[in-house]
Nanobody, 126 residues
Framework: QVQLVESGGGLVQAGGSLRLSCAAS????????MGWFRQAPGKERESVAA????????YYADPVKGRFTISRDNAKNTVYLQMNSLKPEDTAIYYC???????????????????WGQGTQVTVSS
């Protein structure tokens, strides 16, 4: 089973940038679609971005389109989330997920994801 460790979170001013990383263990990382979720205080966990196993297809939630970019490096078993033009409403804990099933890239159903990282806090000040 793949294990995930996120890093790169922190405190940034509105308009700033952060890059999150998710390091995965396991030799089969490159065969799975990957994604990022976030959960703000008092809100449900939501899908933010996702990327297919090859990196050829991506998904973005409407609130982050044009500002966030998801990418992956299969040689390094790592998926990234570049976040630009950050807003206070982006403040949340960000989680990396692996999807063992194909054909539902970016699905927002939390129960569909068997493996989650521990999360990394992103705080955007106004």
């Amino acid at each position: 089973q793949v294990q995930l460790v996120e890093s790169g979170g922190g405190l940034v001013q509105a308009g700033g940038s952060l890059r999150l990383s998710c390091a995965a263990s396991g030799r089969t990382f490159s065969t799975y679609d990957m994604g990022w979720f976030r959960q703000a205080p008092g809100k449900e966990r939501e899908s933010v971005a996702a990327i297919s196993w090859s990196g050829g297809t991506t998904y973005y939630a409407d609130p982050v389109k044009g500002r966030f970019t998801i990418s992956r490096d299969n040689a390094k078993n790592t998926v990234y989330l570049q976040m630009n033009s950050l807003k206070p409403e982006d403040t949340a804990i960000y989680y990396c997920v692996v999807d063992y099933q194909y054909g539902r890239l970016g699905s927002g159903h939390v129960s569909e994801y068997a493996v989650w990282g521990q999360g990394t806090q992103v705080t955007v000040s106004s």
